[in-house]
């Protein structure tokens, strides 16, 4: 049975490798959220087998600059009504 591993700077290559034979469709989901620059990438994420992680819910930590690119895409997108 595989064991959890939680993505982090020192594992990255193997969460990655993990998550695309895991779950290829979210592997590609969340490189092409990376490319576009929407996520920094998976750190804190979990993998585990079914069943074993605790539901907490998600809780996606993105730096100021993932949340600023966000934002400015939201405000374009609205075309600038409302609060920036």
Do not use: Y
């Not at 979990?46 to 809780?59: D, F, H, K, N, T």
């Amino acid at each position: 049975m595989e064991e959890h591993l939680v993505c982090a700077a020192d594992n990255v290559g193997e969460f990655n490798a993990r998550l695309r034979t895991e779950l290829p469709e979210f592997h590609a989901f969340a490189k092409a959220l990376h490319q576009r620059g929407l996520i920094d990438g998976l750190g804190g994420a979990r993998i585990g087998p079914v069943g074993s992680l605790e539901q907490r819910g998600v809780a996606p930590v993105l730096s100021a600059a993932a949340e600023t690119r966000m934002a400015d895409v939201e405000w374009a997108r609205n075309k600038g009504s409302g609060p920036r």
